[in-house]
């Protein structure tokens, strides 16, 4: 850019001190002109009609007292009675009437014409007066515009030089103190901050430049999170292999330990009833891994389409399923449940909602604890009195793999996966999830069906 304004402006002021070259030049030549005019009137007033046309030579004594000016002398017809020029060069008795300067003398008393002479073949400034009983006419050279001009060259060079040093500099100076402020801007804008500027030229610019930067930023904020987000997966999934092998390891190592017992045969009939029962709950805690697993990547990863589904029959059977397993820990379930509430989903993802919620009512209950479960046509309510779910965990417990003590991670079948279940198969439904607890009272979770 630098360079280009550097030519540029080169370029406009070398063309513009040709263009003033020519200019000045016809100027020049013009008042060269005049001036020809006035000295050539003043010679002619000098003049005398009884010296100088007695005989032909008087032409020549006249030139020679204007210093060599060219003296013709005519009649008042115009026919040449003598001219200073030689002899051999002019034609004496020749007809001059018809040239510009003597045909307005004829008339008016006086005339003038600048024209290549016809006699000496160069340019000359004729001035002719009517004296009265002759036409005198007194001719000087004079230069041609060109002329001039080539003349004035190597003055007009010398100017040239130092206009192009001149102009060299201020351009440099201009450059710089144009490109100052957009540099400064430039450099600017690659900060985070919002740039301003106080040229009204460059506002638009400035506003532009903010416009981008904001988006930008904006951008950077969203791969930001992005980048977070698969951070955060890839440590789940860390998370969730580490979980997934520690979780089989235990059962498997346990299982190999009492068939190993059992094989050596040295155990007692009352301990093989008790190691088979230990062998059969580790089975099942296997079992529940892999469905827990395979549900989840089933319900998350499906494409199938929903349809009308009967939710008071769905969490009807899940309580009498549960029923053995409440019993046990000695906690009562209330139901509070309206017949054929019917909602847009699908069979199995409902099952697992309501499963998940209500199995986890009455494993982190207490014992004696109660479960209540409200079922209407716009929502499913799980209330339990049992350890409650501290503050900062309640938006965690949704989170996959997410356990609050992580010393009973696997234990009564789940290591973090039954919510977060929950919250996805609620989000493809278009409900809300959402969860009430004081810690050490008992927690409340609601599934809103009215779409957000
Ligand atoms: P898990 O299979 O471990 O139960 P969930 O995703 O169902 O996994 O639950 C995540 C965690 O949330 C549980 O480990 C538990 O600490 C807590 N939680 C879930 N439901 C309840 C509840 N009703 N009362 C107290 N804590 C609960």
New binding site residues.
């Given amino acids: 850019m630098r360079l280009r304004i550097l030519i540029g402006s080169l370029v406009i002021s070398i063309l513009g001190i040709i263009l003033f070259s020519f200019g000045a030049t016809q100027v020049y030549y013009e008042a060269s002109i005049e001036e020809a005019k006035n000295y050539l009137e003043v010679y002619c007033n000098q003049f005398d009609d009884d010296i100088y046309t007695k005989d032909t030579s008087g032409a020549e004594k006249f030139s020679e007292s204007l210093s060599g000016a060219r003296v013709t002398i005519m009649n008042l017809y115009g026919i040449v009675l003598g001219d200073s020029v030689e002899a051999d060069d002019v034609e004496v008795a020749a007809d001059h009437s018809d040239r510009p300067e003597v045909v307005d003398a004829m008339a008016n008393g006086y005339g003038f014409d600048v024209r290549k002479s016809d006699t000496l073949g160069k340019k000359m400034a004729y001035y002719c007066i009517n004296t009265g009983t002759c036409l005198l006419r007194v001719a000087v050279y004079t230069s041609s515009e060109w002329a001039m001009f080539v003349k004035a060259l190597p003055t007009i060079a010398t100017f040239m030089a130092i206009d192009i040093v001149v102009c060299v500099l201020l351009a440099l100076l201009g450059t710089y103190l144009i490109l100052r402020p957009i540099e400064k801007l430039a450099h600017e804008s690659g900060m985070e901050q919002e740039i301003s500027t106080s040229y009204t030229e460059l506002k638009p610019l400035v506003a532009l430049l903010n416009e981008r930067n904001a988006n930008l930023s904006f951008q950077m904020n969203e791969l930001k999170k992005e980048k977070e987000i698969v951070e955060r997966t890839q440590n789940s999934k860390d998370e969730l292999i580490s979980n997934i092998t520690h979780e089989m390891n235990t059962p498997l190592t346990a299982i190999k330990g009492y068939a190993e017992l059992l094989e050596n045969g040295n155990l007692t009939p009352e301990q093989q009833k008790t190691e088979y029962k230990t062998k059969y709950e580790q089975n099942e805690k296997q079992t529940n891994h892999n469905t827990?697993i395979i549900n989840y990547n089933e319900i998350t990863n499906d494409d199938l389409p929903p349809y009308d589904v009967d939710i008071s029959a769905i969490v009807k059977d899940i309580i009498s399923a549960v029923k053995p397993e409440a019993d046990k820990q000695n906690v009562t379930i209330e139901e509070k449940i309206e017949d054929g509430v019917m909602v847009l989903a699908r069979h199995e993802r409902v099952s697992e909602l309501c499963g998940?919620l209500i199995r986890?009512?009455i494993?982190?209950n207490k014992p004696d604890g109660k479960v209540t479960v409200t079922l209407t046509k716009g929502y499913l309510r799980v209330e339990?009195t049992?350890?409650?779910?501290a503050d900062e965990?309640k938006d965690k417990?949704f989170s996959r793999f997410?356990?609050?003590?992580k010393s009973?991670?696997g234990q009564?079948?789940?290591?973090?996966?039954?919510?977060?279940v929950c919250k996805r198969i609620c989000k493809r439904a278009g409900w809300t999830i959402n969860v009430e607890?004081k810690l050490g009272e008992g927690?409340c979770?609601t599934v809103s069906f009215n779409k957000d």
């Fill in positions: 827990n998940n986890n009512a494993r982190y339990d049992g350890i409650g779910i965990n417990i997410f356990t609050v003590d009973h991670s009564n079948g789940g290591f973090g996966l039954g919510l977060a607890s927690s979770f």
